[in-house]
């Protein structure tokens, strides 16, 4: 199986020799520009001290400060890193936000420790690394097992270390401490934008399309809402450990409640037992990957029945299955542009933070909106003109960006 940053590398592979990039520029923009490995102490509750490994790692900052999600998982590498941060600048360009891309980790099971070990690990994580950081730096966001009270943990320490408050050092905080409303549902809303825009791209009609939902997280849940509320069915969904389709269909207020209750969608009322391949290559309109990453390769591509993918997790298809898709005519709405809501929302709060002018939800809402469509739009046009897939598309809009950035500011000394 290819590696995440294998994986990474080959994408942009691909766009640069569309591009005719120069070699030199290529062989910049294939590797971070800095990365931080970090080992740190942890006072446990009992009395212990425990030492941790953490992560930060900046891809590209032509275009601006570094933005990036940091996530607590036990599988956390650097090399998963250095693919997430480089997926991260990708997203930004297209989007059109002046960010470069970073992702940061802890190697922890976050779900054994209690709220006080996890606020020192947080705290001490920040301080290793609050030279590298800040509101010109590097901005912090909500990632994998992290939330909007780790930031607040964050944008705290920072500012204890600096001698006042800056709020814009991280982003999806409480609304409390500088904070955007709607934050929250970022992501979940540029997927389902993105899933809209596809439908009209190709001509399907929300309104009844049937949607199978790989992965039933926050983020996913919300998604599966968002289309609920569009018309679509859900029919099937699943989780860490159990998947599960429907005698019919999923309403999302019971998957919701069942999740809360037992954390699983397994026993869902209403619904079967699925193995996770099999739920992957259920006849629908739609498939929602919101799991992990290498989800569909060579190995199973050729049987995927829907005519929609879009990839909320990052790296969820293989290059390889990415080709038999297409082949397919599977239309497959790219990581880097589908889950970037979460990105334009961390700008907003960022820029907000910065001038201490707060918009209303609302406000909020419709900027993200529009931002997605457009951005939407510049791939599929793209796409159409080149005769190229959305992800290729997305990845020559994203890369010729960042490197006419490079070639303007030029190389100092």
């Not at 693919?83 to 054994?112: E, F, H, N, R």
């Not at 629908?284 to 989800?295: F, H, P, S, T």
């Not at 005769?387 to 500011?409: G, P």
Request: hydrophobic letters at 40%; proline letters at 5%; a negative charge.
């Amino acid at each position: 199986m290819e590696t995440t940053i294998a994986i990474a590398q080959q994408q942009f592979d691909i766009a640069a020799e569309l591009l005719g990039l120069d070699p030199d520029v290529r062989d910049a923009m294939r590797v971070p520009k800095r990365e931080f490995t970090i080992n740190f102490p942890l006072k446990l509750d009992n009395g212990r001290t425990r030492t941790l490994t953490g992560y930060r790692v900046h891809h590209n900052i032509s275009r601006g400060p570094a933005l990036g999600g940091l996530r607590y998982h036990p599988n956390t590498t650097l090399e998963e890193m250095r693919a997430l941060a480089m997926w991260m600048t990708w997203s930004c360009a297209i989007v059109q936000i002046p960010y470069g891309g970073a992702k940061g980790g802890v190697v922890c099971d976050p779900k054994a420790l209690s709220k006080s070990e996890l606020e020192r690990m947080t705290r001490r994580y920040t301080t290793e690394i609050t030279p590298f950081i800040g509101p010109e730096r590097d901005v912090l966001m909500p990632d994998l097992n992290t939330n909007a009270q780790t930031m607040a943990w964050i944008m705290d320490t920072y500012s204890m270390q600096r001698g006042y408050t800056a709020p814009s050092v991280a982003t999806g905080k409480p609304v409390q401490v500088g904070g955007t409303h709607g934050h929250g549902q970022g992501t979940a809303r540029g997927v389902a934008f993105s899933i809209q825009q596809a439908a009209l791209h190709c001509g399907l009609d929300l309104d009844g399309a049937r949607v199978v939902m790989q992965g039933s997280g926050v983020t996913g849940r919300l998604v599966a809402q968002y289309l609920e509320d569009a018309g679509g069915v859900i029919i099937a969904a699943s989780d860490d450990v159990a998947s599960v389709v429907a005698d019919d269909r999923i309403v999302v207020a019971a998957l919701n409640e069942h999740r809360m209750a037992n954390n699983t969608v397994a026993g869902l009322p209403g619904t079967k037992p699925i193995a996770n391949h099999d739920l992957l290559e259920l006849p629908c309109d739609i498939l929602v990957l919101a799991a992990g990453q290498n989800e569909i390769t060579g190995v199973n591509a050729h049987r995927i029945q829907a005519k929609i993918v879009a990839e909320l997790a990052n790296g969820p298809i293989s290059p390889t299955a990415d080709t038999i898709l297409g082949n397919k005519n599977v239309l497959v709405v790219p990581d880097i542009l589908a889950n970037a809501g979460g990105i334009v929302m961390s700008y907003f709060e960022w820029v907000q933070g910065l001038q201490e002018f707060f918009w209303t939800e609302r406000e909020v809402r419709s900027e993200l909106q529009q931002t997605m469509t457009r951005a939407f739009g510049e791939v599929a046009h793209t796409a159409s003109e080149r005769h190229l897939s959305l992800r290729t598309a997305a990845y020559l809009l994203a890369v010729e960006r960042v490197a006419a950035a490079m070639h303007v500011r030029g190389i100092y000394p």
